[in-house]
């Protein structure tokens, strides 16, 4: 009877441990097929999320620090369709507050694919609005009121332009794409953006992976300085206003560093209305003339013949001319700007009345070679290498173009046939003001990444004349402006510069009409501290750049001097004496 | 002879139920400390998860926190605008400054201040530093960790 029990129990393990045998075998079985790597495949889609994690796009704050272009905050409203009770509702609370229509959210909500589970309804929704639908979702929630329920807000940032208008030609703007365009932001996109990482994001708290930091974009110092471009802006519209010009462009620069201390140009547009873009300009050109649009600048180009004829030994101040009112040059008659004779002349009177004969006539003494050796080096017809976006090139015909013609040599000369971009000029003239050295203009001072900061050097662009030449020729400037009482003066200050006035090429000629006027000018002689560039276009109150740009050149110098605290002269030389 | 042996290994061996009853407390002893094993990587799990989603949580909290920066950056650049000053200035009674009004002094030793470096505007980024092994780590893996490595990291 014992036996039999026991034999009866080993058959009944035996039996129990082929089942559960049996089971084991099977959920091996089952973890290795092929539908479990499936069904594997699928749970590890639910067990997280790959999510793109877009850096804040880097800041930028003029040379004092003041924010130029931020962030703010904005929202993409959407509606989770999985959760969505009532649409009808949600259609017309979202209508109300987003400013759309009853028909166009409800149809979001109800002719949505099958496939989507979030629908979104606006983008870049204000967090005022936001606010006032979260405040109001949570009123009908603690009231047991599913109406809107699925309502979700996704927050993002904009890029935000607290000053609006100011320095737009210089900054550029950002699209809801994220992408820069023109001038900084455009230029700097890649540092300013920063770069996005991609990132898997598991639900399980266990696996609390560590998320990689993703650092902002770069924020950059630029060498603006937002008071006085607020003050150059303000003075180029009244200019504009009270010469009745159609556009102008003014630029303010540190003539021993490149630093460009403002930059205004006409129009400019509020950066946060970018969609403006479309209505201000014509083409990209536009957006900032004095880096994008080539002109001919006349006679401010007379200071770089001047520069090479006294670099190159080919005069000297004292050399005498006799100005007879026209020269031939290539078989073409070149005449002075009132078709006058002006005598006999010293090379500063040939600078102070701007006499186109005198400037002709010291080109073909110094040679087509000697003479475009210098305006090569003088850098027309090549761009400056601003750091700013869509600079223009310019364009300087050189002897072998299918299109330069002996009397180019003679034109040239005197700032016609050459096409500089006002940023060009100055840059040309740079070496004038800063003893023989040509300095590269820059925007950006500094990067600030990482908690660091990092100040980007100043360059230079060569040294196309020597020192003394540059003392020498500086000096003849700043007296053709004393003795003709020039408006460009400014009481307490010595400064070099010169007017230019040039005649507006068509398809069919020179317009008989209008001028573009221009100046180019520095100050405190004996220590330049600031360059200034005019460029007034088709002024109508008076043709000539000496009744409008050079009075502009005096007003933009005075706030220059007040904005960066630099004395008179007599002041700053009982200074320098103690 | 064999009588005595017999009376001996009696007298020595334990009863069957002796035996059976060391058999269950020798399972129960297994079954016991494999049950506070599970307790105690139950506890760990759980404190993982808890501190996995503080974690989550806090991040969170960081990209609020920088999200109104920013918004608070641009906010006080706003009031602060050229615009705004300028307005705010004149309501005040001043008017712009005219080049004879000004006075300059010579201050011994005064240096003209290089742009303003902006550290203290620029957004101390956080440097998350990589979360010690224990809050990531599973008993299992730190049990395999040991045998793999014998304790030496």
Same mark, same amino acid.
């Given at each position: 009877?014992?036996?039999?029990?026991?034999?009866?129990?080993?058959?009944?393990?035996?039996?129990?441990?082929?089942?559960?045998?049996?089971?084991?075998?099977?959920?091996?079985?089952?973890?290795?097929?092929?539908?479990?790597?499936?069904?594997?495949?699928?749970?590890?889609?639910?067990?997280?999320?790959?999510?793109?994690?877009?850096?804040?796009?880097?800041?930028?704050?003029?040379?004092?620090?003041?924010?130029?272009?931020?962030?703010?905050?904005?929202?993409?409203?959407?509606?989770?369709?999985?959760?969505?009770?009532?649409?009808?509702?949600?259609?017309?609370?979202?209508?109300?507050?987003?400013?759309?229509?009853?028909?166009?959210?409800?149809?979001?909500?109800?002719?949505?694919?099958?496939?989507?589970?979030?629908?979104?309804?606006?983008?870049?929704?204000?967090?005022?609005?936001?606010?006032?639908?979260?405040?109001?979702?949570?009123?009908?929630?603690?009231?047991?009121?599913?109406?809107?329920?699925?309502?979700?807000?996704?927050?993002?940032?904009?890029?935000?332009?607290?000053?609006?208008?100011?320095?737009?030609?210089?900054?550029?703007?950002?699209?809801?794409?994220?992408?820069?365009?023109?001038?900084?932001?455009?230029?700097?996109?890649?540092?300013?953006?920063?770069?996005?990482?991609?990132?898997?994001?598991?639900?399980?708290?266990?696996?609390?992976?560590?998320?990689?930091?993703?650092?902002?974009?770069?924020?950059?110092?630029?060498?603006?300085?937002?008071?006085?471009?607020?003050?150059?802006?303000?003075?180029?519209?009244?200019?504009?206003?009270?010469?009745?010009?159609?556009?102008?462009?003014?630029?303010?620069?540190?003539?021993?560093?490149?630093?460009?201390?403002?930059?205004?140009?006409?129009?400019?547009?509020?950066?946060?209305?970018?969609?403006?873009?479309?209505?201000?300009?014509?083409?990209?050109?536009?957006?900032?003339?004095?880096?994008?649009?080539?002109?001919?600048?006349?006679?401010?180009?007379?200071?770089?013949?001047?520069?090479?004829?006294?670099?190159?030994?080919?005069?000297?101040?004292?050399?005498?001319?006799?100005?007879?009112?026209?020269?031939?040059?290539?078989?073409?008659?070149?005449?002075?700007?009132?078709?006058?004779?002006?005598?006999?002349?010293?090379?500063?009177?040939?600078?102070?009345?701007?006499?186109?004969?005198?400037?002709?006539?010291?080109?073909?003494?110094?040679?087509?070679?000697?003479?475009?050796?210098?305006?090569?080096?003088?850098?027309?017809?090549?761009?400056?290498?601003?750091?700013?976006?869509?600079?223009?090139?310019?364009?300087?015909?050189?002897?072998?173009?299918?299109?330069?013609?002996?009397?180019?040599?003679?034109?040239?000369?005197?700032?016609?046939?050459?096409?500089?971009?006002?940023?060009?000029?100055?840059?040309?003239?740079?070496?004038?003001?800063?003893?023989?050295?040509?300095?590269?203009?820059?925007?950006?001072?500094?990067?600030?990444?990482?908690?660091?900061?990092?100040?980007?050097?100043?360059?230079?662009?060569?040294?196309?004349?020597?020192?003394?030449?540059?003392?020498?020729?500086?000096?003849?400037?700043?007296?053709?402006?004393?003795?003709?009482?020039?408006?460009?003066?400014?009481?307490?200050?010595?400064?070099?510069?010169?007017?230019?006035?040039?005649?507006?090429?068509?398809?069919?000629?020179?317009?008989?009409?209008?001028?573009?006027?221009?100046?180019?000018?520095?100050?405190?002689?004996?220590?330049?501290?600031?360059?200034?560039?005019?460029?007034?276009?088709?002024?109508?109150?008076?043709?000539?750049?000496?009744?409008?740009?050079?009075?502009?050149?005096?007003?933009?110098?005075?706030?220059?001097?007040?904005?960066?605290?630099?004395?008179?002269?007599?002041?700053?030389?009982?200074?320098?004496?103690? | 002879?064999?009588?005595?042996?017999?009376?001996?290994?009696?007298?020595?061996?334990?009863?069957?139920?002796?035996?059976?009853?060391?058999?269950?407390?020798?399972?129960?002893?297994?079954?016991?400390?494999?049950?506070?094993?599970?307790?105690?990587?139950?506890?760990?799990?759980?404190?993982?998860?808890? @501190?996995?989603?503080?974690?989550?949580?806090?991040?969170?909290?960081?990209?609020?926190?920088?999200?109104?920066?920013?918004?608070?950056?641009?906010?006080? @650049?706003?009031?602060?605008?050229?615009?705004?000053?300028?307005?705010?200035?004149?309501?005040?009674?001043?008017?712009?400054?005219?080049?004879?009004?000004?006075?300059?002094?010579?201050?011994?030793?005064?240096?003209?201040?290089?742009?303003?470096?902006?550290?203290? @505007?620029?957004?101390?980024?956080?440097?998350?530093?990589?979360?010690?092994?224990?809050?990531?780590?599973?008993?299992?893996?730190?049990?395999?960790?040991?045998?793999?490595?014998?304790?030496?990291?």
């Amino acid at each position: 009877m014992r036996q039999q029990y026991a034999i009866r129990s080993w058959v009944l393990a035996v039996g129990l441990a082929i089942v559960g045998l049996a089971v084991i075998v099977q959920m091996i079985r089952i973890q290795n097929s092929e539908q479990a790597k499936i069904f594997l495949s699928q749970g590890d889609l639910y067990a997280g999320e790959f999510n793109t994690i877009y850096p804040e796009r880097g800041e930028i704050y003029d040379r004092n620090g003041h924010l130029l272009a931020g962030n703010r905050t904005v929202y993409e409203v959407g509606v989770s369709l999985n959760d969505m009770e009532d649409p009808e509702a949600l259609a017309y609370i979202l209508g109300t507050y987003l400013g759309l229509t009853y028909e166009d959210v409800y149809n979001k909500l109800i002719d949505s694919p099958e496939s989507w589970e979030y629908v979104v309804i606006q983008d870049y929704v204000g967090a005022e609005t936001v606010t006032s639908l979260q405040q109001l979702a949570q009123q009908l929630d603690d009231a047991d009121d599913e109406s809107l329920h699925g309502l979700g807000f996704k927050p993002h940032f904009q890029r935000s332009y607290p000053e609006n208008n100011l320095a737009s030609n210089v900054l550029g703007f950002v699209t809801r794409d994220g992408r820069g365009y023109f001038g900084i932001e455009e230029k700097y996109n890649d540092l300013l953006a920063g770069n996005p990482v991609q990132v898997w994001i598991p639900r399980d708290p266990n696996k609390a992976a560590e998320i990689p930091r993703v650092p902002n974009g770069t924020s950059l110092v630029l060498t603006l300085n937002r008071d006085l471009q607020a003050k150059v802006e303000n003075i180029l519209d009244q200019s504009l206003t009270e010469y009745g010009a159609k556009n102008g462009t003014i630029i303010v620069m540190d003539p021993r560093n490149g630093d460009i201390l403002a930059m205004a140009t006409t129009p400019r547009m509020n950066l946060n209305n970018y969609a403006d873009y479309f209505v201000l300009y014509d083409n990209g050109s536009q957006y900032n003339r004095a880096v994008g649009m080539a002109y001919e600048a006349g006679s401010v180009v007379k200071v770089l013949t001047m520069a090479a004829a006294l670099d190159s030994g080919t005069v000297v101040p004292s050399t005498s001319f006799v100005d007879t009112g026209s020269i031939q040059v290539g078989g073409i008659t070149i005449q002075n700007w009132d078709r006058q004779p002006w005598g006999q002349q010293d090379m500063v009177g040939c600078l102070q009345h701007s006499l186109n004969v005198c400037m002709a006539w010291i080109a073909t003494q110094m040679g087509t070679q000697t003479f475009y050796s210098y305006m090569d080096r003088f850098g027309l017809g090549h761009r400056t290498g601003v750091d700013l976006a869509d600079e223009a090139m310019g364009r300087l015909k050189v002897p072998g173009d299918s299109d330069w013609y002996s009397v180019d040599l003679g034109t040239n000369a005197f700032g016609q046939g050459v096409s500089v971009t006002p940023l060009q000029m100055l840059t040309a003239v740079s070496a004038v003001a800063n003893g023989g050295h040509m300095v590269t203009p820059h925007v950006l001072y500094s990067m600030l990444r990482d908690s660091h900061q990092y100040n980007v050097p100043a360059q230079y662009a060569g040294s196309p004349i020597s020192a003394q030449t540059a003392k020498t020729l500086s000096e003849m400037l700043a007296i053709s402006l004393e003795q003709e009482s020039s408006g460009a003066l400014l009481p307490g200050y010595r400064v070099a510069g010169k007017t230019g006035t040039a005649q507006i090429p068509t398809d069919y000629g020179y317009d008989p009409n209008h001028t573009n006027a221009s100046f180019v000018g520095w100050g405190p002689v004996d220590d330049p501290q600031f360059m200034i560039y005019v460029w007034l276009q088709e002024p109508s109150t008076s043709i000539w750049g000496s009744q409008t740009a050079a009075p502009v050149f005096s007003v933009v110098a005075e706030q220059t001097v007040i904005t960066l605290n630099i004395p008179p002269d007599v002041v700053r030389n009982q200074f320098g004496s103690r | 002879m064999q009588g005595q042996a017999i009376q001996i290994i009696h007298a020595y061996k334990q009863a069957p139920w002796r035996v059976q009853r060391q058999y269950v407390g020798a399972f129960l002893l297994v079954v016991i400390v494999l049950a506070l094993v599970a307790a105690l990587y139950l506890d760990v799990t759980a404190r993982a998860a808890v @501190a996995g989603r503080e974690i989550q949580e806090l991040r969170f909290e960081i990209t609020t926190i920088q999200r109104s920066n920013a918004d608070l950056e641009t906010e006080l @650049a706003n009031l602060t605008s050229t615009a705004v000053m300028q307005q705010r200035a004149l309501e005040l009674g001043y008017r712009p400054v005219k080049p004879g009004e000004l006075d300059y002094i010579s201050v011994p030793g005064f240096v003209t201040p290089e742009p303003a470096i902006l550290l203290a @505007a620029e957004d101390a980024q956080l440097h998350s530093q990589a979360l010690p092994m224990e809050y990531t780590q599973s008993l299992l893996e730190w049990v395999d960790e040991r045998i793999k490595f014998g304790g030496v990291q």
